[in-house]
């Protein structure tokens, strides 16, 4: 059975020894421990190991077929999206291509649009090749550990090496092939070592994932919750939104942008669509504040009101939990004219948006006006039932909540072990029991 050991060097503090001192040396990549190396990433791949995909008339949109040998795209093979359909070629066509083929344990790596994002090839997959937006990296797995290059090429301080070798460095732009393929990474001496490192931030991608699962599945239950409890009931109610609730449009001076209407250290939160989180709630604090001068040309609303995005990500809804003015792209709901529980209404008011995004072209509401808002139908219980449905459905939030905040905890913890891991601030050690 195999262990692993922790040796820590944090007695050692690099930044105040000379170089080679106290079991640390100054590199290119910064302070590593002396037994360890620098190389480049070509070094650690076989030969021909990284590979770009095809340009020009090699993968032209008439060589693709309907099944076939696979075309790897970045929606596919990077972020697994399969919605969208595949690309394939024909056996003839792929025989000129077989220099981008991927194989199992080959890495992708994305290089054109959102740079830098990294998977690896499962043992099952299908046979298939690379399309311009990717490159094939092989790593020589003899002498180095795959799991430890893809947990350093996913740090962060790597990625950000990463952006620097774009052309231009904007992640927009391709990766430059010649300095990528310099891109300097440090290496524990040992293969041993590498696979020691590799296994503790694996086990914590593990324990991250199972907490990404069960978030996943508990939202999938209150998605189903909600649409079950929001369901007309024998005895409910059915109005227009506008025989229900008061609502306008919040306000801001022209033109937007103006020093002048901001005060960044005394003003009033100034609440935007960007200020509208997810959970029905603002965000803890507002992207702009107020001044004194604007707040006359804008809408004050009290803690407690409820808000409506009307213009960008539209139908985020959210309880006020502080005073503050709001901007023309939300509707503040002034008043009820029918007895609400405003949670209830917020959950209507969410999913009916749910509903009509399924409608929509591409499952997004491009735009919304009040006058139309006015004329949505909901359908309600009396209150008491309001009520009950409301605190079941916010329970649920709670819950999903305090598992983000482990998840986020996580995470935290992962890229701390990355920071010690990575740079030998603290050595693990493998064993045979």
């Known amino acids: 059975m195999k262990t692993i050991k922790t040796k820590s060097s944090n007695q050692v503090n690099p930044k105040n020894q000379g170089s080679n001192k106290g079991g640390f040396k100054q590199t290119e990549v910064g302070w590593i421990p002396s037994d360890w190396e620098v190389v480049k990433l070509e070094e650690i791949c076989t030969s021909n190991g990284i590979v770009r995909g095809p340009f020009g008339g090699a993968l032209k949109k008439e060589f693709f077929t309907n099944s076939g040998y696979k075309v790897y795209e970045q929606k596919n093979a990077i972020y697994k999206n399969e919605s969208l359909g595949s690309y394939y070629v024909n056996s003839s066509k792929f025989q000129e291509l077989r220099r ?139 109005k227009k939104l506008k025989e229900v609730a008061n609502f306008r449009r919040g306000s801001f001076p022209q033109p937007y942008g103006l020093p002048k209407w901001y005060d960044e250290d005394n003003g009033m939160p100034f609440v935007q669509v960007y200020d509208v989180d997810k959970n029905m709630r603002l965000k803890p604090d507002t992207k702009q504040k107020i001044s004194d001068l604007a707040k006359g040309k804008s809408v004050f609303v009290p803690e407690g009101t409820v808000v409506l995005t009307i213009q960008g990500s539209i139908g985020r809804i959210a309880l006020t939990q502080y005073d503050a003015y709001v901007d023309r792209t939300l509707l503040i709901f002034t008043n009820f004219l029918v007895p609400f529980n405003k949670v209830f209404f917020m959950f209507i008011v969410y999913r009916l948006f749910q509903i009509e995004s399924e409608k929509a072209p591409g499952g997004t509401i491009k735009t919304i006006t009040k006058e139309k808002l006015s004329e949505f139908e909901i359908a309600f219980p009396e209150k008491q039932e309001q009520t009950r449905i409301a605190n079941i459905l916010s329970d649920m939030d709670t819950e999903i909540e305090q598992l983000e905040v482990q998840l986020d905890k996580y995470r935290q913890v992962k890229s701390g072990m990355m920071q010690e891991l990575l740079t030998g601030k603290k050595r693990l050690v493998s064993c045979t029991q």
Request: a neutral charge; one cysteine or more.
């Open 100 to 238: 981008f083929e991927v194989k199992s344990k080959d890495f992708i790596v994305s290089c054109s649009g959102t740079i830098g994002k990294i998977f690896q090839i499962p043992e099952s997959h299908e046979k298939g090749v690379i399309n311009q937006a990717l490159l094939k990296l092989t790593i020589d797995s003899l002498r180095f550990s795959e799991q430890y290059f893809y947990q350093y090429f996913q740090w962060e301080v790597f990625q950000e090496r990463v952006i620097d070798s774009t052309q231009g460095g904007a992640m927009k732009n391709l990766i430059g092939m010649t300095d990528f393929r310099k891109t300097k990474i440090p290496l524990p001496p040992t293969l041993a070592e590498q696979t020691a490192i590799a296994i503790a931030l694996s086990d914590m991608d593990s324990l991250i994932q199972a907490q990404e699962q069960l978030i996943a599945k508990k939202r999938a239950i209150k998605q189903g919750a909600m649409q079950e409890l929001l369901k007309p009931k024998e005895g409910w109610v059915v």
